[in-house]
């Protein structure tokens, strides 16, 4: 189905009510992996990081990581769910290559923290609370890699790779409640929610949660409704969305797709599908039956997990301060009304601009220039701001270059562009591209005469005491030096040399 033949979201939305999940898996930072003690360090050789736990040989007994353990009870009290006084873990069993024991270790139907809620912020500043089924510690996958075809995917592939140095890196799979209630704003609630988890995640220090490098991905459930209807339709999974604009633009787009499909009497199958970057569309995975039977049963070789309360609470006081909570600190200590920090929320930009004035900036410069430059190009280019090929640190040396005379607001843009293309730091860019500020009066004087020889009738307004005038000159002095003069200064000589007094 072509992008052309969908119906529109509007009319998507007269009809139907669309109901979402969302399952997020969330690799933890932990040094060794969940049941050995491989290393988790990403980029090693291929299959350099494996010993016969995590490859599933005969005879090997898995120990549970404590540290995942850990993470995943502050994951839990962060997203205010019961912790489990006592759960234990289950083999999910099915065969896929990338999984080498034929089954995964997992939990089932005792997860370690179960029934939260985390409310989530929109762009209008409306709150939205999206309650949570529970959070459960699992093991993840090798990594395949289908070579010789167009795609990348197996279709069409001549040979597969398999790299087992994944396999067994603790994951977090949180998964939400049926999302209703949301109507046209599915799409945003959905994207809203996924952000305000990946800066929860942050915030503990549990994870990076780089969705880019596949620490954090959203599976994106999504099913249509008559309006007015309370049964449920038939769902569609969407796998390993890894950006937030992109699990925006999946929900749209199946929103849209079953629209379609119901709308010219079809029927809607129960699968899995794969989003795709380039033009936004989902294509057909597999098929994904309810009865689908994984033969789930505890893990023999674990024995199970018992958190005691007195763990559990000494975790929940040594909490750090959660995402929401910081928010209206940093917007009381950056000065900014409920609508200015709302457009910072809704750019992305709270990161950006912390980063930036804790590595020296000052707030409104550092706001500033994300919310200015840094924010257009990511619009331009449909990335996120914290994608941007620049540094915080990057950006607090350009303002420092600013306050300290050498650049000016002009030059500043021109250094910040040529570091987005790669030219180096800021510093190396004013150097390679002469880019500094021209204060030396001797290298202003020529500039300044020509301004004034050129422009006589402007002169005579300034010697007649008409201030204002003297712009016009500052104006022709700065075209003359392609931006590079110091404006205040060639001012002070304008008036020097015109005999008035400022």
């Known amino acids: 189905m072509s992008v052309m033949n969908l119906v529109s979201y509007e009319d998507a939305l007269a009809s139907y009510d669309p109901v979402m999940g969302l399952e997020v898996h969330v690799e933890l930072g932990t040094k060794t992996k969940m049941f050995c003690g491989c290393s988790t360090e990403l980029g090693a050789e291929p299959n350099s990081q494996t010993c016969p736990t995590c490859l599933g040989l005969p005879g090997s007994l898995p120990v549970v990581n404590a540290v995942g353990v850990e993470s995943a009870v502050k994951i839990g009290l962060a997203l ?48 939205f609370r999206v309650e949570i089924e529970r959070a459960h510690m699992e093991e993840d996958t090798g990594k395949s890699s289908h070579v010789g075809g167009a795609t990348g995917r197996i279709h069409g592939a001549t040979h597969s790779l398999l790299d087992y140095n994944r396999a067994g890196i603790p994951l977090i799979e949180i998964v939400t409640k049926p999302i209703v209630g949301a109507g046209e704003r599915a799409p945003e609630v959905a994207k809203a929610y996924v952000a305000e988890l990946r800066e929860l995640i942050k915030s503990l220090g549990v994870s990076e949660a780089r969705m880019d490098k596949g620490q954090m991905r959203c599976d994106v459930n999504l099913s249509l409704r008559p309006n007015g209807t309370e049964t449920f339709g038939t769902r569609s999974e969407t796998k390993n969305v890894n950006s937030l604009r992109s699990v925006e633009r999946a929900a749209r787009f199946e929103i849209q797709r079953h629209a379609t499909v119901l709308t010219d009497g079809g029927t809607i199958v129960q699968e899995t599908r794969h989003f795709h970057e380039d033009d936004g569309t989902t294509t057909s995975g597999r098929i994904k039956d309810n009865a689908e039977d994984y033969r789930y049963f505890p893990e023999p070789d674990l024995v199970p997990v018992a958190p005691s309360r007195e763990w559990v609470e000494e975790l929940r006081a040594a909490l750090p301060e959660l995402p929401r909570v910081r928010r209206a600190r940093l917007q009381a200590e950056w000065g900014l009304s409920d609508k200015d920090m709302q457009s910072v929320l809704n750019a992305g930009a709270v990161e950006p601009i912390q980063e930036t004035i804790a590595a020296g900036a000052p707030a409104d410069q550092a706001r500033k220039w994300w919310m200015g430059e840094l924010a257009r190009r990511a619009n331009e280019t449909g990335t996120e701001l914290s994608e941007q090929p620049i540094t915080p640190a990057q950006v607090a040396r350009v303002t420092e270059l600013v306050a300290e005379g050498k650049l000016n607001d002009k030059l500043a843009r021109q250094v910040i562009e040529a570091v987005l293309a790669g030219e180096g730091e800021p510093d190396e860019v004013v150097e390679k591209r002469g880019l500094a500020v021209v204060s030396d009066d001797s290298a202003l004087g020529a500039a300044v005469d020509q301004a004034i020889a050129e422009n006589e009738a402007v002169a005579a307004k300034i010697r007649d005491g008409k201030i204002a005038a003297v712009g016009a000159l500052v104006g022709a002095v700065m075209k003359a030096t392609r931006g590079q003069a110091d404006a205040a200064r060639v001012k002070d000589l304008i008036l020097e040399k015109l005999g008035v007094s400022a």
């Open 80 to 127: 205010n769910c019961e912790i489990a006084e006592w759960c234990r873990f289950a083999r999910k069993n099915y065969f896929y290559p990338d999984m080498p024991k034929n089954f995964q270790t997992s939990q089932y139907d005792e997860p370690i923290a179960f029934n939260g809620y985390l409310d989530v912020q929109l762009e209008d500043g409306s709150t």
